[in-house]
Structures are given as structure tokens and as C-alpha cells.
């Protein structure tokens, strides 16, 4: 939610009930990303490349502020998961050249290492907190390809999802890992066809 001071980051129950402010001050937070157990929460800051790390008991001030070691510099970060085991984050590292895609990134909250995942956009960690699902090649006009990459080999198995289409994004695992939510676009149009009478002939 966004107001004078930038865009912070608010909690509110899932009935609607007691909406909160949860960060403040003058920088602007982006993407806000909790732990699997509600204890903490990331989010990264606006304009920046850190990432924030905060205490959801505390949120006077981050617990942890990390810039991970990237590149291309100056993309700007997009958070995307927290593993279940609660100690690496996933986030996008947007390519500042024109055309360029997202890079996945992890960062180990307990060792500051950074790592370079794959060519994904949107991701999820699966439940043993070792394999990720993320989409690959989400460009408008080609065919969105499901990705299911384990961090620590680098092996990846890719699944092709059907027919081109374009804006997919929000990938997302059930907690047992039996079931995979997704946005996909698809895209439709008529033919039409108009008559045109001809000419009436001079005698």
C-alpha cells in the first residue's frame, strides 16, 4: 500500500479484519514475502538492491538488511518464495538491458550466499526445500515451459504447457506439493468478412 512516505507493507487477517502497517518510515518497500511458519518476513528495498529481513513480533526495524552478490547490477529485485525449512529466499533479478528477461536468484539467510538459480520468472519452492517450480520463457508469442529445478545439482526437467501465449506469472505450490497455480494468458480473435456488391454494368 502506497502514501506519501512510499510504499510500505500492511497485514490483515483473512476475514478483513484488523489491518495493520507493518513497516514505516520514509524508504519505499517492495514485494513482501512471509516465512512458512509466520516468524518472519522479507521484502526488498525500493531503489535499492537489499533485502530487508524483519521479525513479524518487531517491525520497528529489519532484523537483517543483506545486498546479495548479482548480476546485472541495477535491475532491481522482485521477492518470490521462502523454502519451507525456512533458510533460503528466491527472488528476480530484472536485466536493466532492454528485452532483457529475469534471472532467479537464492540467497541463504543463514550464510549470506548468493546463487544464481536459472532463467525463471516466477517460482515456488517445492516441500523438501531443495527443488524449485518456476516458468521459463514466458515472452508474448512463445510457449510458457514449466521448470522443475533442483538448487543444489542444477539439474533442470522442463515441461511444455501447451499452446503460445503470453503474461504467465504467478506460480505458486500447495503445501504438499500436490497441486500447481498459475496465470496464463491466451489469445483469440475473429475473422470477419464483408461483401462488396459489384458494379452495375452500363447497357
Not at 92 to 99: C, E, H, K, L, Y
Request: proline share 5%.
Amino acid at each position: 500500500m502506497t502514501d506519501r512516505r512510499g510504499t510500505q507493507a500492511w497485514r490483515i487477517n483473512a476475514d478483513g479484519s484488523d489491518l495493520r502497517q507493518l513497516t514505516s518510515g520514509s524508504g519505499s518497500t517492495g514485494s513482501a514475502i512471509p516465512s512458512r511458519d509466520g516468524t518472519q518476513l522479507v521484502t526488498t528495498l525500493q531503489g535499492t538492491e537489499h533485502l530487508a529481513f524483519f521479525d513479524v513480533r518487531d517491525f520497528s526495524k529489519p532484523r537483517h538488511v543483506a545486498m546479495p552478490a548479482v548480476e546485472p547490477r541495477g535491475g532491481g529485485l522482485q521477492m518470490r518464495d521462502w523454502s519451507p525449512d525456512g533458510r533460503t529466499v528466491l527472488f528476480n533479478v530484472q536485466s536493466p538491458a532492454i528485452g532483457g528477461g529475469p534471472n532467479l536468484w537464492s540467497y541463504d539467510v543463514v550464510t549470506s550466499a548468493t546463487r544464481r538459480v536459472a532463467d525463471c520468472g516466477a517460482a515456488s519452492w517445492m516441500k523438501d526445500s531443495r527443488r524449485i517450480v518456476c516458468l521459463r520463457g514466458a515472452g508474448f508469442g512463445s510457449p510458457a515451459r514449466l521448470a522443475v529445478v533442483d538448487v543444489s545439482s542444477g539439474l533442470v526437467k522442463e515441461l511444455e504447457l501447451g499452446s503460445p501465449g503470453g503474461g504467465q506469472g504467478g506460480v505458486q505450490l500447495a503445501a504438499d506439493d500436490t497441486q500447481l497455480f498459475f496465470m496464463m494468458n491466451s489469445l483469440a480473435a475473429d475473422i470477419w468478412v464483408a461483401r462488396f456488391e459489384q458494379p452495375a454494368r452500363s447497357q
